[in-house]
């Protein structure tokens, strides 16, 4: 036998012996990186505030409830690492896309991530953030989709509301319900369509809410305050969130919105009931406060 031909041998057998060493395949086992995990959840039990992240009840001849939430997407995502970091300038974990199709920026939707309660939004390697100590997280909230109660005609029904609330979104088309509206343009925040079935005929309605409508909570409006028009909730951590840079595992963070009479109009007919064929006129479809929850 030649060398070449007992090198072969030795080597095949080598082999063999490392594919049936289990210590051998757990060393080279690939272990993937903790990450860093953000997830919704929406709660009308949750403490309803203003845009300066204080309690706040529906003003006399308003009404509102609490809409039952199907969806939501996000166009910004930041950890601050103190009450005056300014708005940029903390670690941002996410920036969406942005389009001037429209004829301005604004947040391409046909690229957003849209997810429901308890769905992965971003999931980011731990190694990708700075360690340090961050109390404060900010969130810009683009999309939300989701059912609420009205009244017509004496009849008690539902509908399903798409509502847009970053700073300008371009759409070419968004569903609402079972229906699909085709808008190509630019739609400044507080563009919403309106989705029913009356009798089992789908009808569907689009408008614009007034400029300044949308509530933004930000408990740091007076040492970091927020652009006029964008939707930047801000929430604060029970305990400052810390990246070691040693993480064996993952992170995740809740971001827990209040959906607590979120969903507000003028109450022409004061019974609390949202009636439009009677001109009632919503006011307010922002959310009502960020608490952002930390478990491993």
Same mark, same amino acid.
């Given at each position: 036998?030649?060398y ?11 082999l ?14 690939i272990?993937?990186?903790p ?22 009840t ?5 009404a +509102? ?14 950890l601050?690492?103190? +009450?005056?970091?300014?708005?940029g300038?903390?670690?941002i974990?996410?920036?969406?896309? *942005?389009?001037?199709?429209g ?7 046909s ?9 992965n939004?971003?999931?980011l390697d731990?190694?990708q953030i ?6 404060f997280?900010r969130?810009s ?9 009205f009244?017509?005609? !004496?009849l ?8 847009f ?9 968004? =569903? ?8 190509n343009?630019d ?5 919403? +369509?309106? *989705?029913?079935?009356?009798?089992? $005929?789908?009808?569907t309605?689009?408008?614009q809410?007034?400029? !300044?409508?949308?509530?933004? =909570?930000?408990?740091l ?14 929430? *604060? ?9 040693n *993480?064996?595992?993952d992170?995740?963070?809740?971001l ?11 109450? $022409? ?15 307010d479809? !922002? ?7 930390v478990?491993?």
């Amino acid at each position: 036998m030649n060398y070449s031909a007992t090198a072969l041998i030795v080597s095949a057998a080598v082999l063999a012996l490392s594919s049936c060493d289990p210590d051998k395949n757990e060393d080279t086992a690939i272990t993937p990186n903790p990450r860093l995990i953000l997830r919704f959840a929406f709660d009308p039990t949750q403490e309803r505030l203003d845009n300066l992240g204080n309690p706040s009840t529906v003003p006399d001849g308003h009404a +509102a409830q609490s809409p039952a939430f199907r969806d939501i997407s996000a166009h910004y995502v930041e950890l601050a690492p103190t +009450a005056l970091t300014w708005l940029g300038d903390g670690e941002i974990l996410y920036d969406g896309p *942005e389009t001037d199709a429209g004829g301005a920026t604004a947040i391409d939707f046909s690229q957003s991530i849209i997810v429901g309660e308890g769905e992965n939004f971003l999931s980011l390697d731990l190694d990708q953030i700075p360690p340090g100590s961050y109390p404060f997280i900010r969130v810009s909230l683009a999309y939300q989709n989701y059912d609420i109660n009205f009244i017509q005609s !004496g009849l008690d029904l539902t509908a399903t509301v798409a509502s847009f609330i970053g700073y300008n979104t371009y759409i070419t088309t968004h =569903p609402i319900n079972t229906q699909v509206l085709t808008v190509n343009d630019d739609k400044l925040q507080g563009y919403w +369509a309106f *989705e029913t079935d009356v009798f089992g $005929t789908p009808y569907t309605t689009s408008g614009q809410a007034p400029e !300044g409508a949308t509530t933004v =909570p930000n408990p740091l409006w007076n040492t970091s305050p927020i652009p006029a028009g964008s939707c930047v909730v801000t929430g *604060e951590f029970a305990e400052p969130l810390t990246i070691t840079g040693n *993480e064996t595992g993952d992170i995740i963070i809740t971001l827990s919105l209040s959906t607590n009479q979120s969903f507000e109009w003028i109450d $022409t007919n004061p019974d609390g009931k949202y009636e439009p064929a009677a001109g009632e006129t919503v006011v307010d479809m !922002g959310v009502r406060g960020l608490i952002p929850v930390v478990s491993e």
